[in-house]
């Protein structure tokens, strides 16, 4: 099991910036994919963008490419997602979340979720 938390929230203007990080304990992170998932009022969660544990492979959902970028540093087991020119359709719960294996856009198939952090973008 991978324990999560996430940190990084907050308000933000439209065009402005957040980082969000993801602290994870417990296992080892190999063969560790991670990800970040959100989920705004009265909709489903949704995968935002997602990294292989070796950190060569990322994805992202069509509405993040090139605003958003995932990385991460197994040395010191964090995660992060930088996003800029936020909008406010980026509003959300934003969830950190680790799965063994490749990176997936199904929440189903990850098995480890942080609390989640508020993302909140004023127009």
């Known amino acids: 099991q991978v324990l999560l938390e996430e940190s990084g929230g907050g308000l933000v203007q439209a065009g402005g910036s957040l980082r969000l990080s993801c602290a994870a304990a417990?296992?080892?992170?190999?063969?560790?994919?991670m990800g970040w998932f959100r989920q705004a009022p009265g909709k489903e969660r949704e995968f935002v963008a997602g990294i292989s544990w070796s950190g060569e492979t990322t994805e992202y959902t069509d509405s993040a490419k090139g605003r958003f970028t995932i990385s991460r540093d197994n040395a010191k087991k964090t995660l992060l997602l930088q996003m800029n020119s936020l909008k406010p359709e980026d509003t959300a719960i934003y969830f950190c979340a680790a799965k063994t294996g490749a990176i997936v856009t199904w929440d189903s198939a990850w098995n480890d979720w942080g609390q989640g952090t508020q993302v909140t973008v004023s127009s």
């Open positions: 417990g296992r080892t992170l190999i063969d560790v994919a």
